[in-house]
T-cell receptor, first 115, second 113 residues
Framework: NAGVMQNPRHLVRRRGQEARLRCSPM?????VYWYRQLPEEGLKFMVY????????ESGMPKERFSAEFPKEGPSILRIQQVVRGDSAAYFC?????????????FGSGTRLTVV | DAKTTQPPSMDCAEGRAANLPCNHS???????VYWYRQIHSQGPQYIIH???NNETNEMASLIITEDRKSSTLILPHATLRDTAVYYC??????????????FGQGTILTVHP
């Protein structure tokens, strides 16, 4: 039973390019969460999605960032026109349901470097 | 969610028990205490959680004081692989709650030979 799969593990983008981060939740999990960890800082919640729905995007920057979790396929975190401040580790977590924290499983993250 | 306070760093000798404290003096009656850890460059890993009773699983034990204002995570026999950042989180479970975890700075635990 594979865990939460994130790819790519490492992503390098030039300023102004787009970054696409993918997250495949654990089998049977329909809830996906994205977190960001800036260098030397703690993890910060970004967005919570269920299949085809954004439930809470209160942690998402208002511009350039978007997320989706389509009916088929992985969840995608998209960052348009990346800037150096977007360099961070982005972690995805999944759970089988709502409000059960101990059910959350995190992926190994995608390290985005903007040059 | 209630705020937590943890020491920034701790050391522990391999094979000894590691006791990591957490202060959550503003915790409310329906908030649980959760512990996660993050080993270098990896995603956070769930360890244990509890409401008011002490809890134990294969990884650790959680001791919550009677007034619930503080707790201690115990790793009974620390190994070098337990070196990580340990996060104590308090939040409500269930109802309209969902998985928005608020991570603080945590405690950097270093296990040395």
């Amino acid at each position: 039973n594979a865990g939460v799969m994130q790819n790519p593990r490492h992503l390098v983008r030039r300023r102004g390019q787009e970054a696409r981060l993918r997250c495949s939740p654990m089998k049977g999990h329909s809830h996906v969460y994205w977190y960001r960890q800036l260098p030397e800082e703690g993890l910060k919640f970004m967005v919570y999605l269920q299949k085809e729905n954004i439930i809470d995007e209160s942690g998402m920057p208002k511009e350039r960032f978007s997320a989706e979790f389509p009916k088929e396929g992985p969840s995608i975190l998209r960052i348009q026109q990346v800037v150096r401040g977007d360099s961070a580790a982005y972690f995805c977590a999944s759970s089988p349901g709502q409000g059960r924290n101990y059910g959350y499983t995190f992926g190994s993250g995608t390290r985005l470097t903007v040059v | 969610d209630a705020k937590t306070t943890q020491p920034p760093s701790m050391d522990c000798a391999e094979g000894r028990a590691a006791n990591l404290p957490c202060n959550h003096s503003t915790i409310s009656g329906n908030e649980y205490v959760y512990w996660y850890r993050q080993i270098h460059s990896q995603g956070p890993q769930y360890i244990i959680h509890g409401l008011k009773n002490n809890e134990t699983n294969e990884m650790a034990s959680l001791i919550i004081t009677e007034d619930r204002k503080s707790s201690t995570l115990i790793l009974p026999h620390a190994t070098l692989r337990d070196t990580a950042v340990y996060y104590c989180i308090v939040r409500v479970e269930g109802g309209t709650s969902y998985g928005k975890l608020t991570f603080g700075q945590g405690t950097i635990l270093t296990v040395h030979p």
